[in-house]
């Protein structure tokens, strides 16, 4: 069985604070991928980043950044200066090799100008 | 390119009636999924298909079915509809299990 957990619900912050979203995981595979989706008010899906399990090299892209750590199963997400536009509900994922797919429930990130 | 194109966009349903949702892809995914996201509970998977020719069943199958019809259409099928399946229903699709999924815009269900 597989599981990914976002523990924080939501988050509530002011405009140019960084937040981070955490993520956690369990999976019984030793290949697996996690990616990052961004749900905002109007409902579609958007895909931010993916991580294989044998690749632990973190990432910036702007004013996002992500840190996967294999070994407490985390892939949490960082946004710096987060603006109003980044409101949104962020989901982790996590796919098997079969293809398997588990969602987290999400965290509402709100952020208040 | 269309993308992940999921048919009808909304639909009211009474219960114990029977209702297809169509799902058709034209980015050459090889894999294609059906999720529910009900608030507050993220999406759950309810069945995908790693490739043509295969279905598998997903975290919550109970009440539905699918077709894989051909690689670029997948549906799913509520053979009685019930309350508890209102719900707002995506279809994704992707090339290979390393790659992200491209999600449909949703349909969303309501059964009264």
């Known amino acids: 069985a597989q599981k990914v957990t976002q523990a924080q619900t939501e988050i509530s912050v002011v405009e140019k604070e960084d937040v981070t979203l955490d993520c956690v995981y369990e999976t019984r595979d030793t290949t697996y991928y996690l990616f990052w989706y961004k749900q905002p008010p109007s409902g579609e899906l958007v895909f931010l980043i993916r991580?294989?399990?044998?690749?632990?090299q973190n990432e910036i892209s702007g004013r996002y950044s992500w840190n996967f750590q294999k070994s407490t199963s985390s892939f949490n997400f960082t946004i710096t200066a987060s603006q109003v536009v980044d409101s949104a509900v962020y989901f982790c994922?996590?796919?098997?090799?079969?293809?398997?797919?588990?969602f987290g429930d999400g965290t509402t990130l709100t952020v208040k100008p | 390119n269309a993308g992940v194109t999921q048919t009808p966009k909304f639909q009211v349903l009474k219960t114990g009636q029977s209702m297809t949702l169509q799902c058709a892809q034209d980015m050459n995914h090889n894999s294609m999924y059906w999720y529910r996201q009900d608030p507050g509970m993220g999406l759950r998977l309810i069945y995908y298909s790693a490739s043509e020719g295969t279905t598998d069943k997903g975290e919550v199958p109970n009440g539905y079915n699918v077709s894989r019809l051909n690689k670029r259409e997948f549906s799913l099928r509520l053979e009685s509809a019930a309350p508890s399946q209102t719900s707002v229903y995506f279809c994704a699709g992707t090339v290979n299990s390393n790659q992200p999924q491209h999600f449909g815009d949703g349909t969303r269900l309501s059964i009264l």
């Open positions: 994922a996590l796919k098997t090799n079969a293809g398997k797919s588990t």
């Open positions: 991580r294989n399990s044998f690749d632990e």
